[in-house]
């Protein structure tokens, strides 16, 4: 059995593959472990991709980016793009996830979890619905154009396109309230960009889910390119067990196919009618291969019939397959799972801890300070960002220089729910009590009625030069 990659192109065959028109691939639907593993991943994210922004929470929509006001929801939380840093967070975990999981078992994010991968079956489920099996499908496509073909493409087309049409509806849902955008579309009232995402992103379902399909993996995805990287002899992999399976070849089954120098694997070609990228396992690692296990699925079923062994198609490591002993703790596993898991709970912890206020204190810059009555005066804007549900009613203080006074208003300030008031404020201090030119205040707010929602942000107070 080898785990090395396949035999590298000619030249001539590399500009054959560039030049030469891409044949369409038809899977063979499977059952089984990983099959049904593959499905569950389908119908999670899809139901929550296309539910999500249907769920309403206190009185909107519970998941929803609304970039003119520059809010984003997200069930109970309220984030503003002061709350930037959530997302880095957000994007690192994602990454060191990848390697995390890929260090381990490979390709699991793109055989399971890629939206190219989930959105691909849904629309083969389809296909198969309408056109039938492989078989049907590719009878069908040999065969002349006739009124029944016509009715039965076009019924493919015709859901292929629906389902589009709701994706990217779906997509634009999440950043225009999904009912809003709904009546929006349905009377032509809907405005340029909301049309334009919505006609692309279903435009881009149609085309990378109904017609480029295994393209987008073997061509356009960056992933194939540098997995190796994250791969070592420990990691698993779909792999062929070709000192099991070798020599190659048909038998009848209850024979002795030992005594006639034969394999375990039957060459029935399944494991290549299966596979949505339509590779070859047995010649070996290819980057072709993005892990989804079909594989596997239908050699087991073969294996079983035929009453061998089941695993002549596995997941497996370098190391097992020559013998050796295998590590699935090891350095590069370790610390992509110790960085993951202090990410994760730094970035929990900090959403937790997270207060939903925020205070700018902005110093008036027509002039630096002013005499009035004997004191030194300098004037501030205050903006203060209530970045909770609720409406609160805050108390501001002010301290670092000693008998300082500030001129405000009113003593409470109340802020609506989600919004910003913008509250100027004076200070007025003796210049005798000033440490320098530039001497340090405190301005702190606090809310009234919770006790939690408190903030302080620092602020020089300028006087005289010495």
Not at 8 to 22: D, I, M, N, R, Y
Not at 310 to 320: D, V
Not at 348 to 356: A, G, H, M, N
Not at 407 to 431: C, M, Q, W, Y
Request: neutral net charge; aromatic residues 12%.
């Amino acid at each position: 059995m080898s785990l090395e990659p396949s035999k590298p192109q000619t030249s001539g065959e590399v500009s054959a593959a560039l030049f030469e028109k891409s044949e369409k691939i038809y899977p063979r639907e499977v059952h089984g472990m990983f099959a049904l593993l593959r499905t569950s991943a389908v119908v999670v994210l899809l139901g929550a991709f296309y539910l999500a922004c249907w769920i309403p929470w206190d009185g909107r929509q519970a998941v929803l980016f609304d970039l003119p006001a520059r809010k984003f929801y997200i069930f109970g939380w309220t984030l503003w793009p002061q709350d930037f840093i959530y997302l880095t967070f957000v994007l690192m975990l994602a990454a060191f996830a990848l390697f995390f999981f890929t260090s381990i078992a490979g390709r699991l994010w793109c055989g399971y979890a890629c939206p190219q991968t989930v959105w691909t079956e849904l629309f083969l489920t389809i296909e198969r619905w309408v056109e039938g099996n492989r078989s049907r499908q590719m009878k069908l496509d040999q065969a002349p154009m006739s009124a029944r073909k016509f009715r039965i493409k076009a019924t493919k087309h015709a859901l292929w396109l629906l389902l589009s049409a709701y994706t990217g509806f779906t997509f634009v849902a999440y950043f225009v309230p999904a009912t809003e955008l709904a009546r929006n579309l349905l009377y032509f009232e809907a405005g340029p960009w909301a049309t334009f995402w919505t006609v692309f992103y279903g435009f881009s379902t149609y085309g990378n889910a109904g017609f480029m399909r295994e393209q987008v993996c073997k061509y356009m995805c960056p992933y194939a390119r540098f997995q190796s990287a994250m791969f070592d002899r420990d990691t698993l992999i779909i792999s062929y067990d070709q000192e099991r399976g070798d020599p190659r070849g048909s038998r009848k089954s209850g024979s002795d196919h030992r005594a006639a120098g034969l394999g375990d694997c039957i060459n029935c070609t399944m494991c290549v009618q299966v596979c949505p990228t339509g590779i070859d396992i047995r010649d070996g690692l290819q980057y072709e291969c993005i892990g989804c296990s079909a594989c596997i699925d239908v050699c087991d079923d073969v294996m079983e019939k035929m009453d061998y062994p089941k695993g002549l198609i596995r997941y497996t490591t370098q190391n097992a397959v020559e013998g050796n002993p295998t590590h699935i703790l090891r350095p590069r596993v370790i610390i992509y799972g110790v960085i993951l898991l202090i990410l994760t709970g730094l970035f929990f912890y900090s959403l937790l801890q997270r207060t939903p206020i925020e205070l700018d204190v902005i110093r008036d810059r027509n002039q630096l300070y002013r005499e009035t009555a004997g004191k030194i005066e300098n004037v501030y804007t205050l903006k203060i960002i209530n970045m909770d549900e609720r409406s609160h009613v805050y108390d501001l203080s002010v301290d670092g220089i000693p008998n300082l006074e500030f001129i405000l208003d009113t003593a409470r300030i109340a802020v609506d729910g989600g919004s910003v008031k913008n509250v100027p404020v004076r200070l007025r201090a003796s210049e005798d009590d000033l440490a320098g030119r530039s001497t340090p205040v405190q301005f702190s707010i606090s809310a009234t009625d919770d006790s939690t929602l408190h903030i302080t942000e620092d602020a020089k107070f300028l006087g005289p030069i010495e």
